[in-house]
């Protein structure tokens, strides 16, 4: 189990951000075909998201999978609550259930 200052800090990051993105990488440089293709899709929704690269904290990349009880990295969280991965973000994306979560959040400012 991880320690409970990993959990506490992303509970915090989870709380501060509306939308945020547990990723391998960055999004200049994402390190996986399923961190690329969650970002495409939040850069589709043109929502502000915060992103949060767990190759540069271990702590993190082990405690987030324990914090939501999912095995796989990305993870998106919207409003405080555990979305899921790259897989159900698509199957969201398809239904248009994803625009519905994001439906009101700032929108990115690029």
């Known amino acids: 189990m991880s320690d409970p200052a990993t959990h506490d800090r992303i509970a915090k990051l989870v709380a501060d951000h509306p939308v945020l993105l547990f990723m391998k990488g960055t999004p200049l440089f994402p390190q996986s075909g ?23 904290d271990m702590e993190i990349r082990q405690g987030i999978k ?13 409003k405080g609550e555990f979305v899921g991965g790259s897989d159900i ?18 929108a990115r400012a690029d």
């Open 89 to 106: 973000m698509m199957e969201m994306w398809e239904a248009g259930e994803l625009h519905q979560l994001v439906n009101g959040l700032p």
């Open 34 to 56: 399923f961190s690329s293709r969650a970002l495409a899709m939040l850069d589709r929704l043109g929502v502000e998201y915060a992103k949060v690269d767990v190759l540069q």
């Open 66 to 78: 324990e914090f939501s009880d999912w095995p796989t990295i990305p993870q998106l969280y919207v």
